[in-house]
T-cell receptor, first 113, second 111 residues
Framework: DAGITQSPRHKVTETGTPVTLRCHQT?????MYWYRQDPGHGLRLIHY???????DKGEVSDGYSVSRSKTEDFLLTLESATSSQTSVYFC????????????FGNGTRLTVT | KQEVTQIPAALSVPEGENLVLNCSFT??????LQWFRQDPGKGLTSLLL?????REQTSGRLNASLDKSSGRSTLYIAASQPGDSATYLC??????????FGKGTMLLVSP
């Protein structure tokens, strides 16, 4: 398995609270991604990073922010959680940004009540 | 906008059968196509990556083909086993850090 650790694995939070999910990699890959997976929608890209302090928005970035202060860590923050953000969140890493397979973490299941 | 479709959504076969999973995409301007498997409660595991200049890739009992001009890929699984039961997803890379996923085919191989 690629060295990707997501924390926490499960979280229940209340509407309106901020939440931060962490992705940690030991592969020293430059590219890191946050996806959410929902029934009927498949995997959708939230934000991605192409280096320390370099990030960009994905398809469903509203309500989310990210930070990458070190190569190995990529944080996803829900600024004020809503029920529509109940989902399974996956972090992925990629060695180069083309023609290189993505490696995924085991996900964080987030429930917003 | 790139769209990726996987048919069938679910498939059930007895052990030992050879099977084919299908993936189609709407925009043929791709860099590569990737196949993944996902076990319940787990992340995605990369199976095969076919670059746009390639026609197929093989790994063990898995063979993936790519016909870019027609917007289609197939994943062939030979001599299926119960351990192959999982959801299989395809994804196309249309640009830098731009990977579009299908919704997957849920495969059940019964002993």
């Amino acid at each position: 398995d690629a060295g990707i650790t997501q924390s926490p694995r499960h979280k229940v939070t209340e509407t309106g609270t901020p939440v931060t999910l962490r992705c940690h990699q030991t592969e020293n890959h430059r590219y890191m991604y946050w996806y959410r997976q929902d029934p009927g929608h498949g995997l959708r890209l939230i934000h991605y990073s192409y280096g320390v302090k370099d990030t960009d928005k994905g398809e469903v970035s509203d309500g989310y922010s990210v930070s990458r202060s070190k190569t190995e860590d990529f944080l996803l923050t829900l600024e004020s959680a809503t029920s529509s953000q109940t989902s399974v969140y996956f972090c992925a890493i990629q060695e180069s940004n083309l023609n290189s397979p993505l490696h995924f973490g085991n996900g964080t299941r987030l429930t917003v009540t | 906008k790139q769209e990726v479709t996987q048919i069938p959504a679910a498939l059930s076969v007895p052990e030992g059968e050879n099977l084919v999973l299908n993936c189609s995409f709407t925009d043929s301007a791709i860099y590569n196509l990737q196949w993944f498997r996902q076990d319940p409660g787990k992340g995605l595991t990369s199976l095969l990556l076919i670059q746009s200049s390639q026609r197929e890739q093989t790994s063990g009992r898995l063979n993936a083909s790519l016909d870019k001009s027609s917007g289609r890929s197939t994943l062939y699984i030979a001599a299926s086993q119960p351990g192959d039961s999982a959801t299989y997803l395809c994804a196309v890379e249309s640009g830098y850090s731009t990977l579009t996923f299908g919704k997957g085919t849920m495969l059940l191989v019964s002993p």
